[in-house]
């Protein structure tokens, strides 16, 4: 026989449970709407889209390591320097950032590195604009090291940042073999969703400057604002 009241206990539990996971769900969303008025008053004040799209990287970058450090069951990842698959994926950037990687090169190329950097970028722009759709392209980006690790590390897009894998293989399916199963790489939603912060928010501090918005790709977007000669 059913003890008297047990029925009741365990749905006033659950009911508990329930408001209060609707609660943290709330305090979850007000993160994101928190990080977004922080990224918006620290643009307001930066002196130009470079300088903004520095800002808006160190704040997500700081968002997204203490969501790393303090959230539970954080997705494994398999990402490690010389692995080099997803440099090989179509990047887009939000206003500025193509001027914050073209200050980093410029601090490390002399004449004769940006000539041959240009030429490599002017033939992934090629390759892009040949293409239908060309977040479909798979180029080895210009500005892997053939070391197979990133040139501009410290100034990397934030598609670039927000990338995560869980596994390598399934990165090298996607960029190396057309025929393969794998067609996306599932991401870590909350790392993802900070950088997608900061990309809409270099957009709106542009529009709300009067310029261009809407993100392009990152060589074509490279080769406007690199010089033609150092």
Known sequence: MMPTGVIPEIRQEIALIGQQTRDLATRYEQVFVNL????????????GAAQRARIAMTIADAAASAISENFPNQPLRACAAGCGACCHLYVMVPPGVAEAVAAHVLRRLDAKGLAGL??????AAAAAGALTDP??????CPLLGDDNLCTVYDARPPACRAFTSHSAAACRSLAFDPEGPVTAIPQSASHFRVYQEATGALQRAARAGGQPSAQTGLAAALLVALPEQA
């Open 135 to 140: 977040s479909r392209l798979k180029h080895r």
């Open 36 to 47: 977004r008025q922080a990224l918006q008053a620290a643009l307001a004040q930066a002196a």
């Open 118 to 123: 240009r030429l490599d970028l002017e033939r």
